[in-house]
């Protein structure tokens, strides 16, 4: 069975940095894309982030581009994104999810941008 | 980049109705379509993936067609536990990928 497990939310001011981390399980994690999500409270989803198996290639949303990288441990089954110079407006629930299709999604972790 | 629309926005429905959904892209993205549903409170599920493939454990009642810019999303008779939101996202090779905005179904 796919786990997907999400940490490292939290409040955080506006302009600081934050690292959100996945931790995934019950398939060959190596050789799938693997993407990040977000949602604000009673709005839509929006896609964030995809970083391709071997962890070469990353693409991003125009929103987080030049704020937000991504990158993954494949020994350790683990990806992760880096968040910085946060706005208000990156407050949101984000969840890890498999392949760039979004095949299986974690619970989520909640961030909150506010001073 | 690509734009995602879905129409209906929201919509009213009952029990054994024949619904469908219909997302279109601002160009072709071949067939790399998905369909998530999310009921309040709950993490987003993917119904279909590749336009039309059925996601394993998923009631054949739903189903997807279309290719290039225009995709359906078809529920044959509306159960109790699909009221839900419900959403379209490109995942083409052409990043950055795009939800639609979703379609929310309720009880009419």
């Known amino acids: 069975e796919v786990q997907l497990v999400e940490s490292g939310g939290g409040l955080v001011l506006p302009g600081g940095s934050l690292t959100l981390s996945c931790a995934a399980s019950?398939?060959?994690?190596?050789?799938?894309?693997m993407s990040w999500v977000r949602q604000t409270p009673g709005k839509g989803l929006e896609w964030v982030s995809t970083?391709?198996?071997?962890?070469?290639?990353?693409y991003f949303a125009d929103s987080v581009k030049g704020r937000f990288t991504m990158s993954r441990d494949n020994s350790k089954n683990m990806i992760y994104l880096h968040m910085n110079t946060l706005r208000t407006d990156d407050t949101a629930v984000y969840y890890c999810?498999?392949?760039?299709?979004?095949?299986?999604w974690g619970q989520g972790t909640l961030v909150t941008v506010s001073s | 980049d690509i734009q995602m629309t879905q129409s209906p926005s929201a919509m009213s429905a009952s029990v054994g109705d024949r619904v469908t959904i219909t997302c279109r892209a601002s160009?072709?993205?071949?067939?790399?379509l998905a369909w998530f549903q999310q009921k309040p409170g709950k993490v987003p599920k993917r119904l279909i993936y590749?336009?039309?493939s059925l996601e394993s454990g998923v009631p054949s009642r739903f189903s997807g067609s279309g290719s290039g810019t225009e995709f359906t999303l078809t529920i044959s008779s509306l159960q109790p536990e699909d009221f839900a939101t419900y959403y379209c996202?490109?995942?083409?090779?052409?990043?950055?990928?795009?939800f639609g905005p979703g379609t929310k179904v309720d009880i009419k």
């Open positions: 999810a498999k392949e760039a299709s979004l095949g299986a």
């Open positions: 019950g398939f060959i994690f190596g050789s799938y894309a």
């Open positions: 970083i391709s198996g071997y962890g070469d290639s990353s």
């Open positions: 160009q072709g993205i071949n067939n790399y």
């Open positions: 590749a336009a039309s």
């Open positions: 996202l490109h995942h083409s090779g052409y990043p950055p990928f795009t």
